[in-house]
Structures are given as structure tokens and as C-alpha cells.
């Protein structure tokens, strides 16, 4: 199999910190140099949240600004998406970054059980956020943590609230949603291709020690794969990840053996719908 495959690196995410592993980006000059190291090994997606001074989670547009603004100067043409999920409960104050117009934005579109709580994604919140990102042409990644979010992603598009092919990730093994497990993982595989075509793409990430099995997965099933620090802060049992480059450089390692060569930043735009990276403002020459 020769198909390009996407490497996301989910750099932050709103849980991990430097007491889990101090490889953890938290500034956002920590966050654009963790990502322009990742992005020198192959990641062409970089999945954003923002955080405070203290380390807990944020919702700032500024800081989502200038996060955007330091990876387009040192990652020409990478792919910036926004999370609008890492504040369960905070109702539209997680998608005030969308004007910002980045090229994605997660959106989850139904609710789950988390670790230790109900990860809310209440009907109403979710049309609206899945609208702003229509005004603001900035495309969804659909977080799967259950069969019904792939199904009303195909409602969602069917009625116009979302355009172009939806891109669905599957994530699994989160405490208390959707484990790991190789039949449902090749019934999402199944069903994305029945509702959106067989060209339709997708990705998968996996939490935890889990991240190499899904990143595994995918890449062998002709998916596209996410890691980095936000899912899993180790390498193994017995060594933190020393940066979000070096879980970048082991999925590319799985893309090698697989023969899928890693998608430029090119070819990563071209597969996902999205606008040429010449045409993206505030890029490096
Ligand atoms: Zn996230």
C-alpha cells in the first residue's frame, strides 16, 4: 500500500502536565517549538489546546492566536486544528477561538462517559459549534468515541451542517467510553466507507499505552494516525516520551513498515479537502 498517510500530533491536550512528563508543552512558545520539532519529523496536523500560566485548561482566543500565528511563521503550511473539547461544560466559550479561522477544529458531536465525568456535548452545542465552523470555513475532524457519533456525522452532513466528506477519527481506550477493540475498530472502518464512499479518510488514536496498537491499526488498515503528548505522555513501560517529536518519529517508523510514505503538507491538504497551503495566510516564505 502506497497511500500517504497524515500524522497528527496532538501536542497539549487539557490534561497532561509537566508533573506527568516535563516534555509537556505549556506556554505557547513551549507549544510552537514542541510542534515545529514535530513537524520537522512528519507531523502535517497539529491538534491545539491552550493552556493558563498554572497549567489548567484555557479557552483564550488570544492564546489560540498566537499559537496560530507562531506555527504558520515556523511550520509553513501546516495544518492548524483548534480542539473545541477540552472544556466539557463550558458551553460556547469553547469555540470563540473559530473566527480565528483555523483550516480544523475538532468537533464531538454526541456525549460519552470520561475517566472521571460526562463528557458533554449537549445537541445544541454541537449545531452551533458545527455552524460557526461553516461561517468560518474551517473544516471538522469528527471525534468518534462511539458508533452513533459516525452516524450523526452522516446526519449532520446530510442536512447541510457539515461540508465537504466529514473526517472521522475513531478514538479509543478512554477510560469508560469505547475500548480498544479490533472488530469495532474494523466496523467504524466499514461503516465510514457505507455512509461516505470508500475514498472517504480517516484516522484513529488511541490513549494511553494503547496509542501504539491504534497508530498500528490504521496505518495497516490505510488510515491516517494521531500521537503526541496530549494521549500518552510514555514511550513504554519504563521511559516518558522525551518530546511530541519522538512519538512522531515512531508512527513514521510504523508508516515505513507499512509502506505508506508520510504525507506532505501538500498531499495532506489535497486528502482532507483543505485550501493549498500557498493560499495560507501569514505562511513563511
Ligand atoms: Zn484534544
Known amino acids: 500500500m502506497t497511500k500517504p498517510c497524515i500524522l497528527c500530533v496532538a501536542i497539549?491536550?487539557?490534561?497532561?502536565?509537566?508533573a506527568n512528563n516535563p516534555a509537556v508543552p505549556i506556554t505557547v512558545s513551549e507549544q510552537v517549538d514542541s510542534t515545529h520539532e514535530a513537524f520537522q519529523a512528519g507531523a502535517t496536523i497539529v491538534h491545539a489546546h491552550v493552556r493558563n500560566d498554572d497549567q489548567t485548561p484555557s479557552s483564550?482566543?488570544?492564546?489560540?492566536?498566537?499559537?496560530?500565528?507562531?506555527i504558520e511563521k515556523h511550520c509553513p503550511g501546516m495544518i492548524v486544528q483548534f480542539s473545541t473539547g477540552g472544556r466539557s461544560g463550558a458551553g460556547r466559550t469553547r469555540g470563540g477561538m473559530l473566527s480565528l479561522r483555523p483550516d480544523m477544529a475538532s468537533l464531538s458531536v454526541g456525549s460519552n462517559n470520561f475517566p472521571t465525568r460526562v463528557y458533554e456535548n449537549p445537541p445544541d452545542l454541537v449545531?452551533?459549534?458545527?455552524?460557526?465552523m461553516l461561517v468560518h470555513d474551517v473544516k471538522p475532524e469528527i471525534e468518534a468515541f462511539d458508533l452513533s457519533h459516525i452516524l450523526k456525522a452522516k446526519a449532520m452532513a446530510d442536512k447541510g451542517q457539515l461540508a465537504g466528506t466529514p473526517y472521522i477519527q475513531f478514538v479509543m481506550g478512554v477510560k469508560n467510553a469505547m475500548p480498544v477493540d479490533r472488530d469495532v475498530f474494523d466496523y467504524y472502518i466499514q461503516t465510514v466507507h457505507r455512509l461516505f464512499g470508500k475514498d472517504a479518510p480517516w484516522c484513529a488514536a488511541g490513549i494511553g499505552q494503547h496509542q501504539l496498537t491504534?497508530?498500528?491499526?490504521?496505518?495497516?488498515?490505510g488510515g491516517h494516525a494521531r500521537t503526541g503528548l496530549e494521549d500518552n505522555v510514555r514511550l513504554d513501560r519504563d521511559r516518558l516520551a522525551p518530546s511530541n517529536a519522538a512519538l512522531v518519529r515512531r508512527a513514521a517508523e510504523i508508516c515505513a513498515r507499512h509502506d505508506r510514505p508520510v504525507a506532505t503538507v501538500e498531499q495532506a491538504r489535497d486528502i482532507l479537502g483543505l485550501r493549498p497551503a500557498t493560499l495560507v495566510k501569514g505562511q513563511a516564505a
Not at 12 to 18: A, V
Open 127 to 132: 449545531d452551533w459549534l458545527a455552524g460557526e
Open 12 to 18: 497539549t491536550g487539557s490534561l497532561p502536565t509537566k
Open 214 to 221: 491504534l497508530n498500528e491499526w490504521a496505518i495497516a488498515a
Open 60 to 70: 483564550d482566543p488570544d492564546k489560540f492566536a498566537a499559537l496560530k500565528e507562531g
